[in-house]
Every structure is written in C-alpha cells, then in structure tokens.
C-alpha cells in the first residue's frame, strides 16, 4: 500500500502562482511513477502530469505545458506540482496518483490516490 496526501491548493487570482504537493508514505516511493490529475465539478478527471521513477522524464497535457512542473525527491518521498500562470479554467480538485509502472495518462492505470486538494482560480 502507498498512502498519498496532497497540499498547497487554495484561492490564487489569475496569473498567479501556487506549489502542490505530495506526500507518501507506505511502499518504497522511488519505484512508483507519480501522476497528477484534476476534476472539475460535473467533469472526468482528467490528466495532467507524471513524473517517472527516476525524475528524468516528464509527461504534461497540452493546456498545462509551459506553465506547470512536476519534480519529485525521492529523499524526501515527494513529488510536487509547481503551477504558474493560473487560469480559471484551472480551477478543479488535484490529486496526485501512483502506478508502479509507465507514464500513463488514463486514471485506470493508477493504483493509489490520494483525497485531493482544492485549487480555485478567480478571474
């Protein structure tokens, strides 16, 4: 089992910045490719980005590329979600997500979750 709790969300205006993050416990952390996701209310959730194993390799969504980054420290088993240039349309819950496998993109290849935190984006 890994245990996953997510923090930093809030209110931020538009253009404005905030830093998520992830922390696990349970498992080794390091084997584990870390994703996060985002649901809007009435809305899928929907991908983001992921991070492998290692920290070399990064996958984003088109929408979030530029503005978003994902690192991790494996030292310190967390994995973090630096978010720049906020827009309302970024507003949802974000949860961050574990597989032991690939840089996949569906939430059905996730294995652990954690409760998510909510991030809301004023125009």
């Known amino acids: 089992q890994v245990q996953l709790v997510e923090s930093g969300g809030g209110l931020v205006q538009a253009g404005g910045s905030l830093r998520l993050s992830c922390a696990a416990s349970g498992r080794t952390f390091s084997n584990y490719v870390m994703g996060w996701f985002r649901q809007a209310p009435g809305k899928e959730r929907d991908f983001v980005a992921a991070?492998?194993?290692?920290?070399?390799?990064?996958r984003y969504v088109d929408s979030v590329k530029g503005r978003f980054t994902i690192s991790r420290d494996n030292a310190e088993n967390t994995v973090y979600l630096q978010m720049n240039s906020l827009k309302p349309e970024d507003t949802a819950i974000y949860y961050c997500?574990?597989?032991?496998?690939?840089?996949?993109?569906?939430?059905?290849?996730?294995?652990?979750w954690g409760q998510g935190t909510q991030v809301t984006v004023s125009s």
């Open positions: 991070i492998s194993w290692s920290g070399r390799n990064t």
């Open positions: 997500a574990a597989n032991p496998n690939d840089l996949f993109t569906s939430a059905t290849n996730y294995n652990y």
